[in-house]
């Protein structure tokens, strides 16, 4: 099992519970991913459940591991990055490297059963000073507070899309930072035209309400469509300009405001991270915010045999739908049902698409762009240079943007610049790249180990 957030973890106690041996592998040093990230060590937080929601999901499962690993039936391999998978059902083979720099030395590992739940990372619009000290990503921003007990800023401007923002403002403003706004660009009125969803889920509802409740009882604004258009300052951040929004996200003339901040956390949603699978030929899906997700069935199984995929992996729908679908991994594995649990699943995944509609960007954001921003920030390529090969040199699609003027081949292979280098394209937001394009290598490898094979 690749991946040990909520999904994986799940699925890794569930499947040693029905007898399977588990090998759950994982980049980070303690299971829990994104979600449940835990403070360093060494800051011996005494607390660190008062930084995290539904912790007691995770404090159970987290039991139950413990309970496994003693018993041998669970092998834990933290500190490990997957570069490649290999092989086909029944034996396939997990390339990994050791250590967090991926220095320690290569391993392969042996599975008859594969699951992939690799998570997800932070879409990001670029926009002028986006480079600027000071600019985190929004997810970034709750990291930064989760394992380093420590904040971006003093006077922090939260801004992009998506119900993350209002988890990760409360937080800030829990910890004692100063947030004067909460700037989304989309809104929350596109909630209203899936009322079903809504009606299925009414403990999400509940959730948005506590959020709103922090976020009032913290003096915090929200100013819906609306975006930060502009980043001020030298050697870091000073202030930000923030702009209203047309219905296709193309600023109004004459609405900017300027708000003075030391830091900005700033996030339009999250993309599914979907390299390995689709290095294996696992089919994607296109999700309602303009993402790619693996395909799955009613069984949380890939398009290809032997493969499962849950959580992120097949679109993003938060901590509960991810433990929801691993648990039904898990089950599928040994062959069984639960139909309860997949009753569940689907009314959280009504309301994940729901959500991911909501906040869907538009397709006018790639105005606030001026022909000097950067768009690729690995290789420093500006906007205009991909506008340039667009309408001098005949690119039309990303692919040939991408090789004259090597926007995303940089050390993100286009994970960050991806959605900006595809609308300048004139195709959809997506990856540099197709997101189905098989790539060899699913994180940085250095050549000595690539030499070793």
């Known amino acids: 099992m690749v991946g040990a957030g909520p999904a994986g973890l799940a699925a890794a106690v569930t499947a040693a519970g029905l007898g399977l041996r588990v090998v759950l592998v994982d980049s980070a040093a303690r299971a829990g991913g994104q979600f449940y990230r835990h403070p360093a060590p060494g800051l011996r937080a005494r607390r660190p459940e008062a930084l995290h929601h539904s912790w007691s999901a995770y404090a159970r499962r987290a039991a139950e591991l413990a309970t496994h690993l003693a018993a041998g039936r669970v092998r834990h391999l933290a500190e490990h990055q997957v570069w490649a998978v290999t092989g086909e059902e029944g034996a396939w083979a997990v390339q990994v490297v050791r250590g967090p720099d991926g220095a320690g030395g290569r391993d392969t590992v042996h599975a008859a059963r594969l699951l992939l739940a690799t998570g997800s990372y932070e879409r990001q619009l670029p926009f002028p000073g986006w480079t600027l000290p000071g600019v985190v990503g929004a997810g970034g921003a709750q990291a930064m507070l989760k394992a380093g007990l420590v904040l971006p800023g003093r006077r922090i401007v939260v801004a992009g899309s998506g119900p993350l923002l209002l988890a990760v403002a409360g937080s800030l403003a829990a910890a004692g930072a100063t947030v004067p706004v909460v700037v989304e660009a989309s809104g929350y009125a596109g909630y209203a035209r899936r009322p079903g969803a809504l009606a299925a889920n009414p403990g999400k509802l509940a959730e948005g309400a506590v959020h709103a409740a922090a976020l009032l009882r913290h003096g915090v604004r929200v100013r819906t469509r609306s975006a930060v258009t502009e980043v001020h300052g030298t050697d870091r951040v000073e202030a930000v300009t923030v702009a209203r929004l047309d219905r296709d996200w193309k600023p109004v003339p004459g609405t900017g405001t300027r708000i003075p901040c030391d830091a900005l956390a700033v996030g339009h949603g999250l993309v599914p991270q979907v390299e390995l699978a689709t290095g294996i030929g696992c089919a994607t899906r296109r999700t309602p915010d303009g993402t790619h997700a693996l395909a799955v069935d009613d069984r949380q199984r890939t398009t290809v ?4 995929s849950a959580g992120e992996t097949g679109g993003v729908g938060g901590a509960e739908l991810a433990l929801v679908e691993g648990e039904l991994s898990a089950l599928d594995m040994v062959g069984r049902r639960d139909g309860k649990r997949a009753a569940r699943r689907d009314r959280l995944r009504r309301f994940a698409d729901a959500m991911a509609a909501a906040h869907a960007p538009g397709p006018g954001w790639a105005d606030w762009l001026h022909s000097d921003t950067d768009v690729c920030r690995c ?75």
């Open 305 to 308: 045999p032997g493969v499962w």
């Open 379 to 453: 290789e420093e390529v500006t906007a205009g240079q991909v506008r340039e090969a667009v309408s001098d040199l005949g690119a039309r699609d990303v692919r040939t943007v991408k090789l004259l003027t090597r926007a995303g081949m940089g050390w993100c292979q286009g994970r960050m610049c991806g959605p900006a280098v595809a609308r300048l394209a004139g195709g959809p937001d997506g990856p540099a790249g197709e997101s189905a394009d098989r790539r060899p290598l699913a994180c940085p490898l250095t050549l000595g180990e690539l030499a070793r094979e």
